[in-house]
């Protein structure tokens, strides 16, 4: 069982629920997050039910939940979160383009992948200032550097961003910049970086490990749930399998299987598993039709000089096919394409 305190408990509040469980025979672990505190219950459930818990000062909500992710489950979640992203909408009845450069390499060559995301129908600005790479010799992202250009383009385009953060000692400031941070697949079950995460106050993107379970993902999300932040936005990237003729294998599977298993939103990213521009698109279109909350793509405006990933990166003939796709087929599955920020954002 797992108490959710409301915004404006108080530690008098936390301390007497604590009482009462322990007082009960039970146990009580708190987690004190960013914009809430969350009490889990370790006991007799039947007997917890019988003190009132969800009458008592302070509480927000009492979810009983059987499914070892307690609070990223679906059991106690009549309806689907919806994430913002500093105004915009993933989730819901909203399917959200995220698109940008694999990697910010220059100012001018983020500001060119920006405005051709938005010509993609994006919403979202992603691109990596960090860089996690199988190579030590590959190249591994401008760091700050790389967040100030991200930041300018911001300011520029309107479009909020979405960048990697790769060390729990880096989270503090990539989150000084970046409206969402993302967790990758290589770092999916980084305990303290996911923790860390969720301390942070902004919306989280945790990428699937590449081979990683989907209970093994949403237990990745819970540690950050159990932080205090329920903005997750989980996203399915392709496994590692037997498969060559792809980059990795996409688990089409995996979005209405986790849609069934938890409240949270689903993306798909079919840039990282394709690893082929030309599968890109036809894998865009099989998420978007499955029921994906969004996609992430990759653009570049030269990507036969992209420091990083620039086989799988869209190019400007692909702009319009990409936003007719996701225009047309949101409408067909009864979502609506999340617009573009038309006005221009201030500093974070």
């Known amino acids: 069982m797992v108490i959710v305190m409301a915004p404006d408990a108080?530690?008098?509040?936390?301390?007497?629920?604590?009482?009462l469980v322990t007082s009960s025979g039970g146990e009580a672990y708190v987690t004190r997050g960013v914009s809430r505190t969350i009490i889990g219950l370790v006991g007799d459930v039947e007997r917890f039910q019988d003190l009132g818990l969800s009458a008592k000062p302070g509480v927000g909500d009492v979810l009983r939940i059987s499914a070892p992710y307690k609070l990223v489950s679906r059991e106690n979640h009549d309806s689907r979160t919806v994430v913002s992203v500093r105004g915009v909408p993933i989730g819901g009845e909203h399917m959200t383009v995220i698109?940008?450069?694999?990697?910010?390499?220059?100012?001018?060559?983020?500001?060119?992948?920006?405005?051709?995301a938005k010509a993609a129908g994006a919403a979202l600005l992603r691109g990596g200032a960090y860089k996690p790479r199988t190579s030590p010799y590959a190249f591994?992202?401008?760091?700050?550097?790389?967040?100030?250009?991200?930041?300018?383009?911001?300011?520029?385009?309107?479009?909020?961003?979405?960048?990697?953060?790769?060390?729990?000692?880096?989270?503090?400031?990539?989150?000084?910049?970046?409206?969402?941070?993302q967790i990758g697949t290589r770092n999916m079950q980084n305990f303290a970086l996911l923790q860390a995460?969720?301390?942070?106050?902004?919306?989280?993107?945790?990428?699937?490990?590449m081979s990683a379970t989907i209970e093994e993902w949403l237990m990745a999300a819970e540690y950050i749930a159990q932080r205090g932040n329920l903005d997750i936005v989980l996203c399915e990237r392709g496994i590692r399998t037997f498969e060559k003729a792809t980059r990795n294998t996409l688990d089409i599977s995996a979005v209405p299987v986790a849609q069934n298993l938890t409240h949270l939103p689903v993306i798909v990213d079919p840039s990282h598993s394709g690893g082929k521009r030309d599968l890109v698109l036809p894998l865009?279109?099989?998420?978007?039709?499955?029921?994906?909350?969004?996609?992430?793509?990759?653009?570049?405006?030269?990507?036969?000089?992209?420091?990083?990933?620039?086989?799988?990166?869209?190019?400007?003939e692909d702009l319009g096919v990409l936003r007719d796709v996701a225009g047309t087929l949101a409408t067909l599955s009864g979502r609506t394409l999340t617009p573009a920020p038309a006005r221009e954002l201030a500093d974070v």
């Open 284 to 316: 865009s279109r099989a998420a978007i039709a499955i029921g994906a909350d969004g996609i992430i793509v990759d653009v570049h405006p030269n990507p036969e000089t992209a420091l990083c990933d620039g086989p799988q990166a869209l190019v400007e």
């Open 197 to 209: 995460a969720g301390d942070a106050g902004k919306p989280v993107l945790l990428k699937r490990g």
């Open 10 to 19: 108080t530690a008098d509040n936390i301390d007497a629920l604590v009482e």
């Open 99 to 116: 698109a940008g450069p694999c990697a910010v390499e220059t100012p001018e060559q983020t500001l060119a992948a920006a405005h051709m």
């Open 140 to 181: 591994q992202g401008l760091g700050e550097q790389g967040l100030k250009i991200l930041s300018d383009v911001r300011a520029e385009t309107g479009m909020p961003i979405v960048t990697e953060v790769v060390d729990a000692a880096d989270v503090d400031l990539v989150a000084s910049y970046a409206d969402m941070l």
